[in-house]
Nanobody, 123 residues
Framework: HVQLVESGGGSAQAGGSLTLSCTAS????????MGWFRQAPGKGREGVAM???????SYGDSVRGRFTISQDNAKNTLYLQMNNLKPEDTAMYYC??????????????????WGQGTQVTVS
């Protein structure tokens, strides 16, 4: 059974930092395209960062230079380090996994496993 469980959300002041974690069970992270998406109230889901099996990364324009995606294969856990947070980063953040081809673009339909989400609020 494939499962993704996020943790680490919460509240932060503008300019502060938070780290999100996503632990996977049922498969190995390195065999998948892993991504972080977010959705703010009244808005569509937005791609934040992606990590391919070979370690290459992609970032959305609004977070590039501030957020870092990484994974610990020994712990089968994906991370999102968020620095210099802004109020517009406030959203529900979701971890997602898909076939390696999903990393070819920001289409969230390419990801077939999703976590339950963790709320990030920046004031």
């Amino acid at each position: 059974h494939v499962q993704l469980v996020e943790s680490g959300g919460g509240s932060a002041q503008a300019g502060g930092s938070l780290t999100l974690s996503c632990t996977a069970s049922g498969y190995t992270l390195s065999s998948r395209c892993m991504g972080w998406f977010r959705q703010a109230p009244g808005k569509g889901r937005e791609g934040v960062a992606m990590l391919e099996g070979d370690g290459s990364t992609s970032y959305g324009d609004s977070v590039r230079g501030r957020f870092t995606i990484s994974q610990d294969n020994a712990k089968n856990t994906l991370y999102l380090q968020m620095n210099n947070l802004k109020p517009e980063d406030t959203a529900m953040y979701y971890c997602a996994a898909g076939p390696l081809a999903a990393c070819g673009g920001w289409w969230d339909g390419g990801f077939n496993s999703w976590g339950q989400g963790t709320q990030v609020t920046v004031s």
